[in-house]
Every structure is written in structure tokens, then in C-alpha cells.
């Protein structure tokens, strides 16, 4: 499994700052940041594309409920006075902008936000990618922070756009599940798509191990170890929204909330299943390299064996002396060829009585 790597832009200005300094510290972005607004309910659905904050407040002040995506964040001064539009708080603001957080959620008085790491596969299908992805859920809006463009809820919004589901007939707080949901379900895929690689693996080990295969199975693990690193602090924070009482969470939506923890834990438990089939397959890997070493160093073994007397006969009769028996015999030579001949298949004929060979 590949993984994309990308530049990263990192702010050592952040050290010894205060709590609460907006500052970006990700990866960089080569496209600006752009805000888009999707304005529903059960009878609109709109998406606007907006330039500036001005037209983002003309949608705020409809009775429609809005989700406004935010790609890209290193337009810092752009961001705080969006903050300042949605009275967030400074941590929260520092929060989105720190692309290296640990998934959380976090109950503000006015606001709940929920971070994790959003994972997908590019158009290759096999290198697999990750950004973070930030939720603020306001009383009728939905704010979602990016670090770039493209993302996994294109079905998400095609099922909004159609009317299908509940997400056009709820509000935020169910759209702020949903997304959380899709992810969950994104997680689950990858975790099958790795044991559909280790069903090759599996099978290249059985029918011709190279070093190749070792290292896809370490490549394996790492991804693994990754995905299990977000996995974790997702669960727990799941659970905490689960538990939330915040008057910005309608009761039916809990539920829903409480089915996207048992995903999680579903998802935590077969990834735990992938990685202990990787050790088990590393195992047998390093076993089987090992017995074919043990065959050829008693293959070897066996040949050398083998040629120990007769080069012990052919060296006795490569002395100059001018004085030994057998010099002069007129059957001499047929008779060290019969004798040597004789000798290694005693020896050969003993080796398979005692199943060495």
C-alpha cells in the first residue's frame, strides 16, 4: 500500500506562543482557500460557491439550515475573521489551524467540534491518503474546515441533493453525524481493502516467497499501525459525543451517534484482526526462509560429505612417492574408480536408509 507524502510546511513561530495564537502548522496547500455554501431543507438544496464573507452572512440570516465547507487553511487572517463571524473560540480556531491534532471532541457553550483524520485512496485506488478534517456544529449551520480540496462525501451530497435519507429533513446536528458516519464507513473500506491485499500476500507465501513479499507485509503493518493511531482517540471521542448532552443534538440523533461508535469499534477490531494476521504471516515468512535455508546448507552438507573420501582416496595416490603398491598395477586406476564409485553409493544408499535425502 502506497501512501502519498507531501511537503510540510512547518511554523517553529508557534513554539512560546499563548494558547489560543491562530497559526497554521500543515502541510502546504498550492490552491487558496475557498469557502462553499450549501443551503438545504426539505424542499431547497443550493450550493453557492462564495468569494467572500459578506455573501457567506446573506445565507446565515435565511431559516434554511447551512453547511459551509471551508478547503483549504492557510489563509489565516481569512479564517479569524470567519471566527469572529461565528463567535468561536480561540482554542477552537487553534485547533482547526493545527493540522497534527489528535482526534477529539470538545462541548463549547455555544458550539460543538469534533476533529479526526478523514481517510480515502486517490483515483489509483491504492495509494492511500489522509487530511483532517474539522466539524463545528452551531445551532442552525454546520462549518467543516479542510486542508484541501476533494473529499469523501460526494455521495453525501448527491443523496442531498436528491432528497433521499434524512439529512435534508433534520437538522445540522444530523448532517454533523452523517459526515462522521461516512468516515466511519471509509475507515471499514480500508481496513477491507488491506485484507484483500494480505489474501495475495498470503498466497505469494505459499507459492513463492521473495524478499518482495516481506516488504509489502512491512508496508502493511505501517499503514496499519497509522490507520490504528487515529482509530483509537476516534473511538473515545466518539463515545464522548455519544454521551453529550448539549441542547444542539436532537435525541433521535444520538442514537445515530451511538450506531457510529459500535463502526468504530467494528472497524478497531478488524484492524486489530489485520494486524495480528500480519505478525502470523511475518512468522511463517521468516519460518519458511529459514527451512529453505536449512535445505540447501544439507544439501551442501550432504555433497560435502559425499567428496570428503574420495578426496581423501585421490589425494593419498597424488603423493610422490616412488614406492606405493598400486603405482605400478596394471588395474590400479579401475580398481580407485571402482573403489570410489563403491564408496559414494554406500554412502548414498545409507543417507536414504536414514531419510537425509
Known amino acids: 500500500m502506497k501512501r502519498r507524502h507531501r511537503h510540510t510546511k512547518t ?5 512560546g506562543m499563548p494558547p489560543g495564537t491562530p497559526m497554521y502548522v500543515g502541510e502546504a496547500s498550492a490552491s487558496p482557500t475557498s469557502l462553499t455554501v450549501v443551503e438545504y431543507d426539505a424542499n431547497l438544496y443550493e450550493v453557492v460557491q462564495c468569494r467572500t464573507l459578506e455573501e457567506v452572512d446573506s445565507y446565515r440570516k435565511s431559516p434554511t439550515t447551512t453547511w459551509l465547507n471551508i478547503d483549504g487553511l492557510e489563509d489565516v487572517p481569512l479564517l479569524e475573521r470567519l471566527a469572529k463571524r461565528f463567535q468561536l473560540h480561540p482554542l477552537l480556531l487553534e485547533d ?6 489528535r482526534p477529539k471532541f470538545e462541548d463549547y457553550p455555544e458550539h460543538l467540534f469534533f476533529v479526526f ?3 480515502s485512496f486517490e483515483p489509483d485506488g491504492e495509494t492511500l491518503k489522509s487530511e483532517q478534517l474539522s466539524l463545528v456544529l452551531g445551532k442552525d449551520y454546520l462549518l467543516s474546515f479542510q486542508e484541501e480540496k476533494g473529499d469523501i462525501y460526494d455521495m453525501l451530497r448527491e443523496r442531498m441533493r436528491l432528497g433521499k435519507g434524512r439529512v435534508r429533513t433534520s437538522g445540522p446536528d444530523y448532517l454533523f453525524y452523517a ?28 507459492t513463492n516467497p521473495t524478499e518482495r513479499t516481506l516488504q509489502k507485509m512491512y508496508e502493511h503493518r505501517r499503514d496499519a499501525v497509522e490507520l490504528r493511531r487515529s482509530l483509537l482517540p476516534l473511538r473515545e471521542a466518539l463515545s464522548q459525543f455519544a454521551r453529550c448532552e448539549s441542547p444542539l443534538l436532537q435525541p433521535e440523533t444520538r442514537l ?4 457510529a461508535c459500535d ?14 494476521s500480519i505478525a502470523t504471516l511475518t512468522e511463517i515468512y521468516l519460518s519458511t526462509m529459514s527451512e529453505r535455508m536449512n535445505q540447501v546448507i544439507k544439501r551442501l552438507t550432504l555433497v560435502a560429505t559425499i567428496f570428503i573420501p574420495l578426496t581423501f582416496v585421490v589425494g593419498v595416490y597424488g603423493m610422490n612417492f616412488d614406492y606405493m603398491p598400486e603405482l605400478r598395477w596394471k588395474y590400479g586406476y579401475l580398481a580407485v574408480w571402482i573403489a570410489m564409485i563403491t564408496l559414494v553409493t554406500a554412502m548414498l544408499l545409507y543417507f536414504k536408509k536414514r531419510r537425509w535425502i
Open 11 to 15: 511554523n517553529v513561530m508557534k513554539l
Open 117 to 119: 483524520r478523514m481517510y
Open 263 to 276: 463502526h468504530a469499534q467494528r472497524a478497531l477490531d478488524a484492524l486489530d484482526h489485520y494486524r495480528e
Open 256 to 259: 445515530y451517534i451511538r450506531d
Open 179 to 206: 459526515m462522521l458516519d461516512v468516515a466511519m464507513d471509509y475507515y471499514l473500506l480500508i481496513v477491507e481493502h488491506f485484507e484483500a491485499h494480505l489474501d495475495h500476500i498470503e498466497e505469494e507465501l505459499l
Open 96 to 101: 482547526v489551524l493545527n493540522t497534527r491534532q
